[in-house]
């Protein structure tokens, strides 16, 4: 009985430390694709490092409601997964415009697309140096985020991404990026 407890106790306490872990902070925002807009919400993430063998990471994302309506303008299929494209079609600018990789997959609810650009905090220096470049600008605010994605189809147009920033988000950001912001 009481290897049972304990069990359970370690399983709920495991649970709760590893929700713990992970931080995210989630801004409205407007994203245009062509002639059309849609309400987006954008998400930077920070997982911290807990083991040798598990390590953290930043994130930056957006979901794109009813994508499927617009696949005609946009590629979003070119992203998926892991033989999707990982050529620097994704310019972020908080202050100064980063290049970089996105990678994407159709959401839980199956008619949103996610976008996003992660690093690890261990073995991507260049990625990560990028992302904390933008999430350090983004928590410094107020100010603006801006995300103008490409599609590696040609013809196709951009989607763009606007987030603005106040000084309360900014705070927001700049407490729950921290442990990602400082990591080496």
Not at 2 to 26: D, F, H, N, Q, Y
Not at 45 to 62: D, K, N, P, Q, V
Not at 104 to 130: M, N, P, W, Y
């Amino acid at each position: 009985m009481t290897t049972m407890l304990r069990a359970a106790l370690l399983a709920t306490c495991v649970t709760w430390s590893g929700a713990a872990l992970a931080i995210e902070v989630k801004l409205p925002g407007k994203a245009v694709i062509g002639p059309e807009s849609r309400a987006v919400t954008m998400t930077f993430g920070c997982s911290t490092t807990r083991s040798r063998t598990e390590t953290g990471a930043l994130s930056i994302g957006f979901d794109v409601p009813d994508f499927e309506a617009l696949e005609k303008r946009f590629d979003f299929g070119a992203f998926e997964g892991p033989t999707g494209t990982r050529k620097p079609l994704t310019e972020i600018t908080v202050v100064q415009g980063v290049r970089l990789p996105a990678n994407g997959a159709v959401a839980v609810d199956g008619t949103s697309f996610s976008l996003g650009a992660s690093a690890s905090l261990r073995g991507q220096a260049a990625e990560l140096g990028k992302l904390k470049a933008i999430a350090g600008a983004a928590s410094a605010g107020p100010g603006d985020l801006r995300w103008r994605q490409d599609s590696p189809r040609k013809g196709d147009v951009p989607i763009l991404v606007s987030v603005p920033i106040p000084a309360a988000d900014a705070d927001r950001l700049k407490a729950a990026l921290a442990p990602c912001l400082k990591a080496n």
